[in-house]
Structure formats: structure tokens, C-alpha cells
């Protein structure tokens, strides 16, 4: 077995022995801390020695061992060594899964939407906080400190490791499915830095979210947020030039895209509309489909799209929803239409003086033959978006006008 090999394996491995080791003590912070020197000690010990015969049980064992050390260490914690009398023995491997009780508790209300990525990809994703820093484009320290905090405010508030109550039960899983999908946004279009693209986050985010559906087989929502990741992520091959420059959708090479991916999405979100109850990643992910579905720019039924971000508005409105919306309003009634709604949509403060509204500004005015307005709309949306590749593109459609 490869280095790569034992790492998705510890990588598969680390909700499940996080949630067995707190599950037995109860502290989730120190076990939090156990469990990651016990998957970096199999790092180190496996590839040497091989993987054991219960990678699992050797995990958990070894982490319960390092938490007993980490109490020991820590003269703040002396009273709690004095409980302690005996290492433990071999811990035994439970059968149940619980993995959606560790997503819950990351996601927990009490932590920032900042705080919660982090932990959820260090906690349920098994990512080293270098790895996590890496990914964010933040400093190790950041990612550390914010890490630090989020235990320290789950402790404060109580909070147990088991499911939240059947009433706030979906208010919770509203928080997993956005801070799963904030990772995967994160990855596919990155928000600062050179690269448009951090496929560590976005596979990350397909993971974790199959992760998910297995737990939650009949919530349509969760569906919807896998379909959609996989209908979005299937285009990645296509969306840069060798240079990193951002390919915008409608000249992308299509046969660059990813058929399997596509294909599961596609039948996914198709069964889930005939099963479940509507919802906004739903919806999303039938408009992913569309686009992916069309043999060309040229084919993409936008009326249909339309129709879909029309629904999209009234079950989940957001700024960035609208501004979707408006691009496919004038591509079917026009850019001129598409101006007057950007006017009335950029009151919005979410929206105003975003370097995306003034990108769709720059499009809707060059669609319109408006070349001297949308060359210096395009400059702006440059110097406004803080991605590098972002900006080489926004720079070169602004040099295309003349």
C-alpha cells in the first residue's frame, strides 16, 4: 500500500475514531487533539511497518493512550490525571457510525460560520491544520488559534457528542450542508491567491457530502448539494487555460468535461425532483444540469434556466442568487433588461461595489455593443476581485474591447 493509499485511509478513518473516542470520554477537545497525533503517528509508522490488521482499533487505541498523556502533560489539567489511574487497554471498535453527530457537533450554532470550516475539515476531514492553513490561504497559527477557540466555545456551551434534539435537528443540518458547500466553493473558484482552483477543497466537499447521503439517504437537500458539487466539479478540467486563466463557461471545450461525473449527477438530481420535497440546492443543481446537459453555448436552454432561478428567488433569495438570475434574464430578453435589474439589484449592500456585480455589468454592456463601457467595467471588476487568475481574465476581456 502507497504513501497516498494510507493517507485517504487515514483520511476515511479520522471522523469515525474522533466520534468512537469521544463517544468513550467525552471531552471533545483534548480527544480532538489525541486523535490527530494518533493519525500522524500512523503517518510516520505505517509506511515502515505496515498497516495493521485493524487500522481502526490501532487508531483508537493509540489515541485514547495519547489523550491519557496529553491530560498528564498539562499541569492545568492535574485534577483530571488524578481520575486517571490505569492506561487504557485495547479500546474496543464500535459498530455504529458517527459521523453525523461529529458533523453536527462542528457545525454546532455557538462557533462562526470561519470557525466551523475549519473545524469540520479538521475534525470530520481528517486534515492536518497545515494542510487546513494550505487550503485556506490563511497562516497555520490562524488556522490553529481559530481551531483552538471552537473546541473552547463548544465546551462553553455545553454541548454534548450526541445528536441535537429532533426539533433543532434541521436547523443544524441547514449549517452542515452550507459550510459543505462553502468548502467546496471555496475550492472550485477561490477567493484570493494565484490559483482559481483548490481541488483539495472541492474533493473534500464531494466526500464529506457523500458522506452524508449515506447517513441521510432520504433527505433530498443533501442530494441536491451532491448533485450539484458533481455537476459543477465535472467542468473543472475545462475552466483554465494552461496558464491558470479562467475559461468563462460559454467557450469552454465541453469534451473536456467530465462525462461520469455528469452522468451521476444528472440521474441523481433527476430521481431526487420525483421523490423529495423541493429545495434550493435542488434547484441549483437542476440549473448545473442543464448547462452541463447542452452540446454547446449555443444549446443551453435559458428559458428553462430562467424559469428555475425565478423559483430559486422565492424559495431562498440571495444577492448572489439575483445576480444569476439577471444573466439569464437578458440572455433571454436582453441585455438592456439585464442593466435595469443590475441598477435596482446593486441597492443591495451585498452587492454593491462586488467585483462580480461589476463583471455581469462589464458582460451585460459588451452584449449590449456598449465596447467603451464594458472595456472599463471590465478593468474595474479587475482591480476589485483579489484572485490572480480572476484578474489576468477580466484584464484580457478589457484588452479584447481595445
Known amino acids: ?104 457537533l462542528c457545525c454546532h450554532p455557538a462557533l462562526t460560520t470561519g ?10 476531514g481528517g486534515l492536518t491544520t497545515a494542510e487546513i492553513a494550505r487550503a485556506l490561504l490563511v497562516p497555520e497559527a490562524t488556522v490553529g488559534q481559530r481551531i483552538s477557540r471552537a473546541k473552547q466555545k463548544i465546551r462553553d456551551a455545553g454541548a454534548t457528542f450526541s445528536l441535537p434534539p429532533a426539533e433543532e435537528r434541521e436547523e443544524r443540518l441547514v449549517a452542515v450542508r452550507q459550510v459543505l458547500y462553502l468548502i467546496f466553493n471555496e ?52 475552466r483554465t487555460r494552461p496558464d491558470g486563466t479562467p475559461v468563462p463557461l460559454a467557450a469552454q471545450d465541453r469534451s473536456l468535461w467530465d462525462a461520469a461525473s455528469i452522468a451521476e449527477g444528472v440521474a441523481l438530481i433527476t430521481a431526487t425532483l420525483e421523490s423529495a420535497p423541493i429545495g434550493p440546492y435542488q434547484l441549483q443543481a437542476a440549473i448545473a444540469a442543464i448547462h452541463d446537459e447542452a452540446e454547446s453555448a449555443a444549446d443551453t436552454d435559458w428559458p428553462q434556466i430562467l424559469a428555475l432561478y425565478g423559483m430559486l428567488c422565492a424559495l431562498a433569495p440571495g444577492p448572489m442568487v439575483q445576480l ?23 441597492d443591495d449592500p451585498a452587492l454593491r461595489g462586488h467585483h462580480r456585480v461589476v463583471a455581469v455589468r462589464a458582460h451585460l454592456l459588451e452584449m449590449s455593443g456598449d465596447l467603451g463601457a464594458a472595456r472599463a467595467a471590465y478593468l474595474e471588476a479587475a482591480r476589485l476581485t483579489l484572485s490572480v487568475p480572476e484578474q489576468r481574465y477580466l484584464a484580457s476581456r478589457a484588452a479584447a474591447l481595445g
Open 1 to 104: 500500500m502507497g504513501v497516498l493509499s494510507i493517507e485517504d485511509l487515514l483520511r476515511e478513518y479520522a471522523p469515525q475514531v474522533l466520534s468512537a473516542v469521544v463517544r468513550r470520554y467525552g471531552d471533545f477537545d483534548t480527544c480532538e487533539d489525541a486523535v490527530q497525533e494518533a493519525l500522524l503517528a500512523a503517518a510516520q509508522q505505517w509506511p515502515r511497518e505496515g498497516v495493521p490488521a485493524s487500522p481502526k482499533g490501532w487508531l483508537i487505541t493509540v489515541a485514547a493512550r495519547r489523550r491519557i498523556e496529553l491530560l498528564r502533560s498539562e499541569s492545568a489539567r492535574r485534577r483530571r490525571e488524578e481520575a486517571v489511574v490505569h492506561e487504557p487497554g485495547p479500546v474496543a471498535v464500535p459498530e455504529v457510525d458517527d459521523s453525523l453527530t461529529l458533523l453536527m
Open 115 to 124: 470557525s466551523q470550516v475549519a473545524l469540520t475539515l479538521r475534525a470530520v
Open 187 to 238: 475550492g472550485y473558484t477561490a477567493s484570493s491567491g494565484v490559483l482559481l482552483h483548490r481541488g483539495e477543497l472541492t474533493a473534500e466537499a464531494i466526500r464529506l457530502t457523500r458522506q452524508l447521503r449515506a447517513q441521510l439517504p432520504d433527505d433530498g437537500e443533501v442530494a441536491g448539494l451532491l448533485a450539484l458539487m458533481l455537476l459543477t466539479d465535472a467542468r473543472r478540467p475545462a
Open 324 to 346: 444569476n438570475r439577471i444573466v439569464a434574464l437578458a440572455e433571454v430578453h436582453g441585455p438592456e433588461l439585464g442593466l435595469a435589474q443590475l441598477d435596482l439589484a446593486e
